[in-house]
């Protein structure tokens, strides 16, 4: 992580900015070579489908570009910080709902937009912004697992999911 300086945050958020964008490209390209009618085949991913994960992603993505809309215009202290699992779970559950109404299509569009605004907002941030000490949380130490990490983790369940499904059929 950085360790706070002017120059080791502008390394930390370059680094940032790669792997967000690594993880979404790896998302999709993964995703194109699935077929529609599995992405959204109900409850292959816990209860949701893959087509959920993606409204979850895509969800989480807004809600960042949001805390960094706050950061920007020095309103840090009005994040809305996730108290318990039950609350992010309560998120999580009205922000899946919300988005299954849309089209596969449209969801992607979407979520095109989201990313984009996290790249943009990560980017248009101050430097100072990303480990200033009057946040409650720092961005360098959340924006980690809404940026890259809990990605890569759906990612990482959907793959074992489709291998599985290969297996049986085959």
């Known amino acids: 992580m950085a360790s706070g300086g002017r120059g080791s945050l502008a390394t930390w958020r370059r680094q940032a900015l790669r792997r967000i964008a690594a993880g979404r490209r790896s998302t999709l390209a993964f995703i194109a070579r699935l077929p529609e009618s599995e992405i959204l085949r109900p409850r292959t991913q816990d209860r949701w489908s893959v087509k959920d994960v993606l409204a979850h992603l895509m969800t989480c993505d807004e809600e960042t570009a949001r805390r960094f809309r706050l950061i920007a215009r020095a309103q840090g202290s009005r994040i809305h910080w996730f108290e318990s699992m039950a609350d992010a779970d309560r998120f999580n559950s009205r922000s899946v709902a919300g988005a299954r109404k849309l ?12 990313h984009a605004d996290v790249i943009e907002g990560l980017e248009r941030l ?26 890569q983790e759906h990612l990482g369940e959907i793959r074992a999911w489709w291998r599985s499904q290969r297996r049986v059929r085959a």
């Open 103 to 114: 089209g596969l299509p449209a969801l992607l569009r979407r979520m095109e937009r989201a």
């Open 126 to 151: 101050p430097i100072e912004a990303l480990r200033d000490p009057s946040h409650q949380y720092p961005v360098v130490e959340w924006l980690p697992a809404p940026g890259w990490s809990h990605e």
